[in-house]
């Protein structure tokens, strides 16, 4: 038999023994370099955006709510509901004031009577906030 098909195998043989000590420190200071990169991180100051205070509900004005309601309360009196024109939100001789959670409404409506006819019927209604978002009529009167 040829010799030559006996041998072992000759596995590759480094080029130098400093070449992979080499590779393993600049693997080492890769890896010290991120580690140190990444703990800075962590130290860095974090800014946060200022927080927005919400006030309780208690607390706000909610004129335009009470207006809004006022005119729902005011709808539902009229024999026509579907023909009433409100004044435009807060304008047009409309005035609001508030006393705690107690608003007073006064504006006016444009609205067909029971023959057809469109009036101008000026109203006051006293609403109160019971809750966030929720409204109870006190009163309501008509000037004719």
Same mark, same amino acid.
């Given at each position: 038999m040829d010799k030559r098909f006996l041998r072992e195998p000759e596995l590759p043989v480094s080029r130098g023994k400093s070449g992979g000590y080499r590779g393993m420190l600049l693997l080492s200071l890769v890896t010290v370099a991120l580690f140190i990169a990444m703990r800075s991180m962590d130290d860095a100051p974090v800014v946060? #955006?200022?927080v927005s205070v919400q006030r309780s509900w208690v607390d706000r004005d909610e004129s335009l709510g009470a207006f809004v309601f006022a005119q729902m309360a005011v709808k539902q009196s009229l024999k026509a509901p579907s023909s009433a024109?409100? #004044?435009e939100t807060m304008r047009d001789d409309t005035s609001?004031?508030?006393e705690g959670q107690v608003y007073t409404v006064?504006?006016?409506v444009d609205a067909q009577n029971s023959f057809g006819a469109v009036l101008r019927k000026v109203f006051a209604a006293k609403v109160e906030q019971v809750s966030d978002g929720r409204w109870k009529l006190r009163e309501l009167?008509?000037?004719e």
């Open positions: 946060t #955006a200022p024109k409100f #004044a609001v004031n508030r006064v504006s006016w009167s008509f000037v």
